[in-house]
């Protein structure tokens, strides 16, 4: 059965299920016509159609007055079904699905926690596309660091003199510690 509760600042405006679904209720509303006359409104209950984000996440836009806040639903979700005494600022998706608002499906947790959860790209010589090993790094960053030329060593390992230089000085392949300073 599903369970519905106040989205919280939009008391009878609006309420979120513990499935991940958002309906307006019922409500009458007022407003200026074109001509500056005022007029009233009937909004009958319905389920919103959410929308995706840029970056996949499910959102809908709540309105009360003349503003409207666009909100992501697990988020609401987990403020009105997810005890957060703790006060943790986020609030992440346990199979790592944007689209599944399920209340068992969401927890609430730290920007840190949620940013290493999961799977994410394997770094180094375990991601699949890698062209270097860990040692071929290290060995790039030592002949740089004796004056050995980007060219010479990019040639000697198939890959570009840029990606010599970003190895030399640390912006790839960073979790491996520099040799050469």
């Known amino acids: 059965m599903e369970n519905w509760r106040p989205v919280k600042g939009y008391e009878g405006?609006?309420?979120?299920?513990?499935?991940?679904?958002?309906?307006?209720?019922?409500?009458?509303?007022?407003?200026?016509?074109?001509?500056?006359?005022?007029?009233?409104?009937?909004?009958?209950?319905?389920?919103?159609?959410?929308?995706?984000?840029?970056?996949?996440?499910?959102?809908?836009?709540?309105?009360?007055?003349?503003?409207?806040?666009?909100?992501?639903?697990?988020?609401?979700?987990?403020?009105?079904?997810?005890?957060?005494?703790?006060?943790?600022?986020?609030?992440?998706?346990?199979?790592?699905?944007?689209?599944?608002?399920?209340?068992?499906?969401?927890?609430?947790?730290?920007?840190?926690?949620n940013n290493s959860y999961g799977t994410k790209r394997p770094i180094g010589e375990r991601n699949g596309m890698a062209k270097l090993t860990s040692d071929d790094v290290k060995e790039i960053r030592k002949r740089r660091a004796r004056g050995e030329m980007l060219k010479t060593i990019a040639e000697d390992f198939g890959i570009s003199v840029n990606h010599v230089c970003n190895l030399a000085k640390g912006r790839k392949w960073s979790h491996e510690v520099s040799t050469c300073g």
């Open 13 to 113: 405006y609006y309420e979120v299920s513990d499935l991940g679904r958002v309906k307006a209720l019922a409500r009458t509303v007022s407003y200026l016509s074109k001509f500056g006359k005022p007029c009233t409104k009937e909004l009958s209950e319905h389920i919103m159609a959410p929308q995706r984000s840029s970056n996949g996440y499910l959102q809908v836009g709540l309105s009360k007055g003349k503003i409207v806040r666009i909100c992501r639903i697990h988020r609401l979700v987990a403020e009105a079904f997810i005890d957060n005494s703790e006060g943790l600022p986020e609030v992440n998706h346990i199979d790592e699905d944007k689209t599944n608002n399920r209340v068992d499906n969401l927890e609430w947790c730290t920007r840190q926690y």
